[in-house]
């Protein structure tokens, strides 16, 4: 990520990990897992025009299309060997039905994702998708489109890589979940902690009083404090005074752009996720195209 501050300016973090880092431009990141290379999105919401006009009663036209191109053309770019979605791949809460269904079948159908394994973290959108999408039998969908390997985990997430690719803690290299609920102890015990859920944005402001809302990346360290007040002392580096650091955290930008989301230097507004943003320590913004704006609370 590019740093819009020189680099001599006081309190500036050390390096990040570098196991997950984001595709210059684009809300996703490639994690490397050691034995494979995985490209992560979150919510990407399909169906959520169709949304609009049920729940809101606005007409939106749909961006299905453009959604798949970008999804598209993103694992063609980066040629990874899974993809991980981080919860809220369809927008209804319920099962997928109509124009929602539709773009699931469409994408899933489509070429280079036709082919390609997928992981999926349940997100509190998703609903029953596990009876329509995943492979009752490890090799083709119960009712839906033809797919490569397809699996769907819970909401509070799963560790991806092994120990021997680790250079931190834990047993999994990167640790997934959606970021609605509680993640496990397996994600927790992991070197870097990734979710969605929150949709980050900015509100930017000129010197004519004029504004823009910008995704964003947050990045930091998770804060022991709250997690053991809701975990105990079940981690090494959730102990009373435990030399051992806490995973880096590192929240997703929507990958759908129509969602809106959380203005998250603005103080009025509150956070989604149960454990943000008390548990987010040194928390820092970055733009799309990798400008980094500092600490969040102060952009």
Known sequence: ????????????????????EPVLGQPA??????????????????????????ERGVDVPSHAPERRERLSSL????????????????HSIGDPGGAERAELEVLFESEPLRSLDVTIVKGNH??????????????????????????????????????????????????????HTWPSRAVLDSAVVCLGHEH????????????????????????????????GATLPWLADDSPAEPPQI???????ELVGGTWVNLPE???????????????EAYLLDGTRLGSYESV
């Open 126 to 179: 998703d609903g029953a998708i596990e009876t329509w999408l995943e492979p009752a039998d490890g090799t083709a969908p119960p009712t839906g489109p033809p797919a490569g390997s397809v699996t769907i985990v819970s909401g509070d997430g799963i560790a991806l890589g092994s120990e021997s690719a680790s250079t931190g803690t834990g047993t999994g290299t990167v640790g997934v979940c959606h970021g």
């Open 29 to 54: 990141a490639l994690a490397d897992l050691g034995t494979e290379r995985a490209l992560l999105v979150a919510d990407y919401h399909a169906g959520y025009e169709a949304g609009l006009r049920y």
């Open 250 to 256: 590192i929240v997703l930008p929507a990958f759908n």
């Open 75 to 90: 694992i063609e770019r980066t040629d990874p060997d899974r993809l991980v979605v981080l919860g809220d791949l369809m």
């Open 1 to 20: 990520m590019r740093d819009s501050r020189p680099p001599d300016t006081p309190g500036t973090p050390e390096p990040a990990d570098t196991r997950v």
């Open 269 to 283: 507004q509150s956070f989604l996720s149960p454990f943000l943003p008390d548990g987010l320590a040194d928390g």
């Open 200 to 231: 980050p944005c900015v509100r930017l402001e000129d010197e004519v009083g004029g504004s823009r809302v910008e995704r964003v990346w947050l990045r930091g360290r998770l804060d022991p404090d709250p997690f053991r007040d809701h975990f």
